[in-house]
């Protein structure tokens, strides 16, 4: 079992307010991913980070942010939530280059509600 | 652009019967194939994977069958279990050094007793 986190589980919130979610993880990981994928269907890559203040947007675009000051914390923020950023927000983890695989590690989801 | 193409949607088995799923993929820059699978609430994990310099990988009853020149590979489950009931995504790595992974959009495996 994966040692990553994320919190709130599960979040419903009005258009309009910033919302934050939290990802963490205890297994010394230099990458981290957030993935956006809607019950059921493929992940979207939307922001990665391979170290500490560096990080990069995937290929769907979002209208979220991220930040990694900390090699375990790699928190999204979205400024204005709308309707549209229903979905699942899936935070992931992996070793760098130096590791012996390039397995990623899930956490287990944030299921956001725009309401 | 969907670089990698997984099929079928959806998969009914009967128990003990053996589950195939296929991907293909189109970028030749692909270094690792990954199967995820994931149980509704949870995260993917990481099920089996295989290099392209090899043609299958066997763990357990999981088998990836690999097709360099014809850029796809498929997962197979032998002996399948109810508890086998979940959607399987396969997916492959761009190759350097962020270790990106494009995935497929699943396929829902459903194992009747």
């Known amino acids: 079992e994966a040692d990553i986190y994320q919190t709130p589980r599960y979040l419903v919130i009005g258009t309009g307010k910033k919302i934050t979610l939290e990802c963490s993880q205890t297994?010394?990981?230099?990458?981290m991913y957030w993935y956006q994928q809607d019950p059921g269907m493929e992940l979207h890559l939307i922001h990665y980070s391979y170290g500490v203040n560096s990080t990069e947007k995937g290929d769907l675009s979002s209208e979220s942010t991220v930040s990694r000051i900390r090699t375990e914390h790699f928190p999204l923020t979205l400024e204005s939530a709308r309707p549209s950023h229903t979905s699942q927000y899936l935070c992931?983890?992996?070793?760098?280059?130096?590791?012996?695989?390039?397995?990623?590690?899930f956490g287990p989801g944030t299921r956001l509600t725009v309401t | 652009q969907q670089q990698v193409k997984q099929s079928p949607q959806s998969l009914i088995v009967q128990k003990g019967g053996i589950s195939i799923i296929n991907c293909a993929y189109e970028n030749t820059a692909f270094d690792y194939f990954p199967w995820y699978q994931q149980f509704p609430g949870k995260g993917p994990a990481l099920l089996i994977a295989i290099r392209p310099d090899v043609s299958e990988k066997k763990e357990g009853r999981f088998t990836i069958s690999f097709n360099k020149s014809a850029k796809q590979f498929s997962l197979h489950i032998m002996d399948s279990q109810p508890g086998d009931s979940a959607t399987y995504f396969c997916?492959?790595?761009?190759?350097?050094?962020?270790?990106?992974?494009?995935f497929g959009a699943g396929t829902r495996l459903a194992v009747h007793p």
């Open positions: 992931a983890s992996s070793v760098g280059l130096a590791g012996p695989s390039y397995e990623q590690y």
């Open positions: 297994m010394g990981h230099d990458k």
């Open positions: 997916a492959a790595r761009q190759s350097g050094g962020y270790n990106k992974l494009i």
